[in-house]
């Protein structure tokens, strides 16, 4: 029997229904942290914008608290980027990815060379134990790392720690409406809790396809950066689904996940800089087309700050200006809006002011619809 076959709007339907895209969601900021397998998060106030446009009733101070608690934490996973996930994804995640971060490092075009040949399991015992007496800054940790091993390069061991420890980035960093320069120690030290001794890829690939189904192996790939994820597929293989999309190519899903009707309506939803849904996939067209991604591209030098959903694909770019208390969000739209569409843009527009302006005495804005072509 053939499988059924996917089309992009189906597909794009299905993602956004696990990404909590389609409608806001009854849900704690934790449970949709630990639902969305970790977001992505160097930019600190990302994982706010992402949970805002997924949630009822989200507030900041709701995942401020959970960073404050140690329930969750900003650490390097996936694709060897920042991470905001669960402190039980932490201890989970961080052990499965270190071949992505051990690769990483070898490839560092500058810090790579400058390792060869060098031990480091002294650096990392040294810092290690630093760390955990009191979280440290980049400049005091290169600082010490230079007095203790004068011989070696202390920018590219510092950095050699950030891969090979289970570097956590301590608040108030990534706390709404703070900042601080980053500031580490290990999850061990700062959770009290060792890393997973023996972690399930497995489980983890069955998380990821709940909330970014249907998937091609490559799109595991993609969203992790590990290899051999084809045998991972085929060890799961009794759990899951297959279609195809349009040419022709293997779909894997859970039997049971969303997967809506094509013609569900997608509300319009401001992504931040950085938001998974877009970064996960080895074939993206499922939300951005080839001729919208050029077009938008060429705004990448009037410093978007996100990117908006209309019908569930991306058809504008956004970014803040303040000027005092007064606030504008410029959305920048190659192409064409119709009457309702713009509405729902300024809208959801409006939502976002509001947001962005939390705390700010006398704040007020608009919301200005800006056609590039």
Known sequence: ?????????????????????????????????????GMQAQIPDDPYLGLWSRLAGFAPRELAQLLLDRRVVRIVVMRATIHLVSADDCLTLRPLMKPVLDGELRRHRDFGPAL????????????????????????QLRAAIAE????????????????????????????WGQTMQVTSTTAQA????PLAADPSIDDVVLRYLAAFGPVTVADIASWSRLTAMRAVVERIAPRLRV??????????????????DPETPAPVRFLPEYDNVLLSHADRTRFVSQEHRGRLTATAARQIKGTVLVDGVVRATWRPQRDG???TLFVD?????????????????????????????????????????
Not at 151 to 172: I, K, S, T
Not at 190 to 193: A, M
Not at 249 to 258: H, K, M, S
């Open 116 to 139: 060869q040949g060098v031990d480091v399991e002294p650096v990392l015992a040294y810092v290690r134990e630093l760390v955990a007496q009191a979280p440290r800054t980049g400049t």
């Open 243 to 260: 279609f195809r999309d349009e040419r022709g190519r293997e779909l894997y899903d859970l039997p049971d996940a969303p997967r809506p």
């Open 333 to 373: 739209h190659p192409g064409a809006l119709g009457p309702r569409d713009a509405d729902a843009v300024q809208a959801e527009g409006r939502r976002l002011l509001r947001l962005l302006q939390t705390g700010r005495a006398g704040a007020s804005g608009e919301v200005r619809l800006v056609r590039l072509d």
């Open 190 to 193: 700062w959770l009290g809790r």
């Open 325 to 327: 208390a007064q606030a």
């Open 1 to 37: 029997m053939s499988a059924d076959v996917l089309s992009p709007r189906a597909l794009n339907r299905a993602t956004l229904a696990r990404q909590l895209l389609l409608q806001r969601a009854d849900m704690s900021a934790l449970d949709a942290v630990e639902h969305l397998v």
């Open 148 to 175: 203790r091993f004068p011989q070696h390069d202390a920018a590219a061991l510092a950095y050699a720690c950030r891969n090979l420890l289970a570097f956590v980035q301590v608040p108030p960093r990534g706390v």
